[in-house]
């Protein structure tokens, strides 16, 4: 990724609209849709979008897919020097996952005001009582990411 505040913003949209994608399969199967994906060295290394409900697994969420996957592509459980991008701003779950992970980045695209564990109720992204902190950024094709979910919750109350 680019080191200038321009190339990271263009490739930052680039990335989401694949973790977009993600969160549409999970809408298409009837799961909340959330996807996300990491990165390394500008390679998807693991990818994921929520599967709760079809596999009655409340740990089944976007981001500890793609965590477990990336943990498998790399042969570890730390995965130093990491993008995560996730269309919803991660839980508290989740974001503990990605501290123990040691992803360096988390580049998120709608904030989530009743779970959000990156700023919205608490967060523990960048908490300073942690060993590990990550970067974050907020709000990147947040409109799009908003709209998936907002539309999903809608669809289902008719």
Wanted: glycine share 8%; net charge negative.
């Amino acid at each position: 990724m680019g080191s200038d505040p321009l190339t990271t913003m263009v490739e930052d949209e680039r990335w989401m609209k694949l973790a977009l994608k993600l969160a549409q399969q999970s809408s298409d199967s009837g799961e909340v849709p959330v996807g996300a994906l990491l990165m390394a060295d500008d390679s998807v290394i693991g990818e994921g979008a929520n599967l709760s409900i079809a596999r009655h697994d409340a740990t089944a969420h976007a981001e500890i897919q793609a965590l477990r996957a990336a943990g498998q592509q790399q042969a570890n459980y730390r995965l130093p020097g990491t993008t995560l991008y996730v269309t919803l701003e991660p839980c508290a779950m989740c974001a503990g996952a990605i501290i123990h992970a040691r992803v360096k980045r988390v580049v998120i695209g709608a904030s989530d005001p009743r779970t959000g564990a990156a700023g919205s109720i608490m967060n523990i992204l960048q908490h300073e009582g942690l060993n590990h902190q990550c970067e974050v950024t907020m709000g990147v094709l947040q409109g799009e990411c908003s709209a998936i979910i907002s539309d999903f919750f809608k669809a289902k109350r008719k």
